[in-house]
């Protein structure tokens, strides 16, 4: 019930096109929904966030929608670059569950490549 | 303004030998979170820590792994007698309160085991 799904396990998208990534969750409790990603020999970065009182949240290129009902949410890179190219995780967490330790629950993660 | 610390960045052991994993979170954060990745999955969450207190340690295997954060100096993630299957990237993360906004993390340590 703790999990989180995300799909696909890799992505290759042509440069300026779209890359999408899909995450899948159980738990209702959830409360906080947090997109990482992380180029390699590096750790995991906060690239953008969204909590279950909105459906949509924007930040440049990256947009986070989610929808509550299908218990489900997902980050959509436009015009992605060769920069982008890296893995990316969805995260969970829940105040309730966890007691307020700020504990995630993360995907198993997308390795996404840009081709120029 | 460094970031958060790990090191050492790449250490080998051999199976039975102690693994101690050191972690300098973010200068002003006192919450401190250690996670394992291994090849192919995800972070998985092992412990939360603030200083001098464990406050979850529900992902941490119940032998052979401890960590620490003492009132002075870095946070030590230690496993004891360490075997293949302990081969991962462990990271830490800081922050500054104890709730979930915005987990810094450091750039892990690669542990192998031969």
């Known amino acids: 019930q703790q999990q989180v799904k995300q799909s696909p396990q890799s992505l290759i998208v042509q440069k300026g096109g779209i890359s999408i990534i899909n995450c899948a969750y159980e738990?209702?409790?959830?409360?906080?929904f947090p997109w990482y990603q992380q180029f390699p020999g590096k750790g995991p970065a906060l690239l953008i966030a969204?909590?279950?009182?909105?459906s949509e949240k924007k930040e440049g290129r990256f947009t986070i929608s989610f929808n509550k009902s299908a218990k489900q949410f997902s980050l959509h890179i436009m015009d992605s670059q060769p920069g982008d190219s890296a893995t990316y995780f969805c995260?969970?967490?829940?105040?309730?569950?966890?007691?307020?330790?700020?504990?995630?629950?993360f995907g198993q993660g997308t390795t996404l490549q840009v081709k120029p | 303004n460094a970031g958060v610390m790990q090191n050492p960045r790449h250490l080998v052991r051999r199976r039975g030998q102690e693994a101690r994993l050191r972690c300098s979170p973010m200068?002003?954060?006192?919450?401190v979170y250690w996670y394992r990745q291994l090849p192919e999955e995800g972070l998985k969450f092992m412990v939360y820590?603030?200083?001098?207190?464990?406050?979850?340690e529900s992902g941490m295997p119940k032998e052979r792994f401890s960590a620490e954060f003492p009132k002075e100096g870095p946070s030590i993630l230690r496993i004891q007698q360490v075997v293949r299957g302990d081969s991962a990237a462990y990271f830490c993360?800081?922050?500054?309160?104890?709730?979930?906004?915005?987990?810094?993390f450091g750039s892990g340590t690669q542990l192998s085991v031969l």
């Open positions: 993360a800081s922050s500054p309160t104890g709730f979930n906004e915005k987990l810094f």
């Open positions: 969204i909590r279950p009182d909105v």
């Open positions: 820590l603030q200083k001098e207190n464990i406050i979850d």
């Open positions: 995260a969970a967490s829940s105040r309730t569950l966890s007691g307020n330790t700020g504990k995630l629950i």
């Open positions: 200068k002003g954060h006192s919450h």
């Open positions: 738990n209702t409790a959830f409360d906080y």
